[in-house]
């Protein structure tokens, strides 16, 4: 009886600690969220990009950015290109920017000399939960995440019109995760931290076992033949 008890407890006291867990196990990688991750790819090709292309800019050049499109991916990539460009001390123009020579004191309408136009497209920016599944049969769900970034950039002298540089980048990433932290991996106003979830089809569960308890069945009464012979 006593053992029992004991038993009892020592159970309740991992029931309880099991579900009030929040941080990682020991020895566990703490998960990242979509934005982190997207977040950290984008800047790690958007930094290689600027290292590749600032020794063809001239001293105290600025930078006028010129997004392929305007979507929110876009406009999150404008904010890390401006990030990396302004910790480098480089001087950054938002889209769209036409400052006057008058106003700049410059040499051309469009800021002349004092700054060259970087011209970026995201051949790849994604996302994605190729997977959902379990360890074991009975086990808690996972899903396996993907992402990645692809960017070609293009940088261009306004004041020779002609193209200094053109490059490319990109990174990916590969993860899982607990299907139940799902709600605080996908934080964040960008639609794109949430992509969508292949729903788990129990045929991929239940076949296995259908099959593996014919085997079983098939052997059991195989060897039950023998020992009635």
């Known amino acids: 009886m006593l053992c029992a008890r004991k038993i009892c407890t020592s159970l309740a006291i991992v029931s309880i600690a099991f579900t009030f867990r929040v941080g990682p196990a020991l020895g566990e990688e703490e998960v990242k969220s979509n934005l982190y991750i997207a977040n950290s790819l984008s800047a790690e090709v958007a930094e290689e990009l600027i290292s590749s292309f600032q020794k063809h800019m001239r001293p105290s050049q600025g930078i006028i950015l010129v997004p392929y499109g305007n979507d929110e991916i876009y406009n999150f990539l404008t904010n890390v290109f401006t990030a990396e460009l302004t910790s480098r001390n480089i001087k950054t123009y938002p889209p ?3 400052i006057s020579a008058d106003s700049a004191g410059l040499d051309s309408p469009r800021l002349g000399t004092k700054a060259m136009e970087l011209e970026f497209q995201a051949l790849e920016f994604s996302l994605t939960y190729p997977k959902v599944f379990r360890s074991y049969l009975i086990g808690g769900k996972k899903i396996k ?6 960017i070609f950039a293009k940088l261009l002298d306004t004041a020779e019109q002609s193209v200094a540089w053109v490059g490319e980048a990109s990174r990916d990433y590969n993860d899982q995760f607990p299907y139940g932290l799902r709600p605080a991996v996908e934080k964040g106003l960008f639609a794109f931290t949430k992509p969508p979830v292949e729903p788990t089809r129990w045929g991929r569960i239940i ?3 259908v099959v ?7 052997v059991y009464l195989f060897f039950s033949n023998q020992s009635d012979n």
């Open 207 to 209: 076949e296995p076992v």
């Open 96 to 98: 769209g920017t036409n």
């Open 145 to 150: 995440r993907r992402a990645e970034v692809k």
């Open 212 to 218: 593996s308890g014919i085997i079983v069945g098939l």
